[in-house]
């Protein structure tokens, strides 16, 4: 079963999005602070999925999304905010976060934006599908399928799930140009629901974790008015 933890202060909203992720066949755990999310996350407890809330009382929810990221590359992490600023949304996406909600939202799009992300991130264990094997080779690059990890001259650069899909995607179109929708698509899934600058604060990302200068990327190109294309 997939497990949510579900950070929320309010209580009442927490319990409506705990509630419709257990009909739906998640196992939820709640906390209504950040220090207690904090007591009851270790990379052991194998969250596939975090929701937190940013307005919090004590330590916030980018504060807290940063630690989790810090703890677990594999974890899928939305942000629920009450705030409509497009700052507090590229903030929170540029601190490790996969997605972004904001409150009120309903239930069909929790749902949906969830669901979406457990995909994403879908461990490979037990049941499931076999990991693939093997490395996909692009120049000084390597995308280790089964560790889910990028070499860059054999040396390790953790990757979220997200970045991860974008890399495969790249290393798999090499010298195209691919279209922002199409990475939205094949990367976010079909149904989703945000906005496709989405793609660009992940490859804002990537390029500070991949390019010898972000500000003057040689892999990860812009194509100006369509997408980006990789250049080994
Ligand atoms: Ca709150």
Not at 11 to 37: C, F, M, P
Not at 85 to 98: F, M, N
Request: charged letters at 30%; glycine letters at 6%; one cysteine or more.
């Amino acid at each position: 079963m997939r497990k949510i933890l579900v950070v929320e202060d309010e209580d009442a909203i927490r319990e409506v999005i705990a509630l419709n992720l257990r009909n739906a066949g998640y196992d939820v755990t709640e906390a209504a602070s950040a220090e207690q999310a904090l007591a009851v996350f270790s990379p052991a407890a194998c969250f596939d999925v975090a929701l937190l809330d940013i307005m919090l009382p004590g330590m916030n929810g980018f504060s807290l999304c940063e630690s989790l990221r810090r703890d677990s590359a594999t974890i899928g992490i939305i942000m629920l905010s009450a705030k409509t600023l497009e700052s507090d949304k590229i903030r929170g996406l540029s601190i490790g976060a996969d997605d972004y909600m904001t409150k009120p939202f309903s239930v069909s799009e929790l749902l949906a934006r969830v669901g979406a992300l457990v995909r994403r991130v879908g461990r490979q264990d037990a049941a499931d599908t076999p990991a693939p094997e093997g490395r996909i080779l692009s120049g000084a690059f390597a995308l280790d399928l089964k560790s889910r990890m990028l070499y860059k001259d054999d040396r390790p650069i953790d990757l979220t799930q997200v970045e991860f899909q974008i890399m495969e995607l790249f290393f798999t179109s090499p010298g195209a140009a691919v279209a922002r929708d199409k990475i939205l698509e094949r990367v976010w899934g079909e149904k989703y629901f945000g906005d496709v600058k989405i793609v660009d604060v992940n490859i804002r990302r990537l390029r500070m974790k991949i390019e010898d200068e972000p500000s003057a990327p040689r892999h990860i190109v812009t194509v100006w008015g369509y997408g980006y294309r990789w250049n080994a």
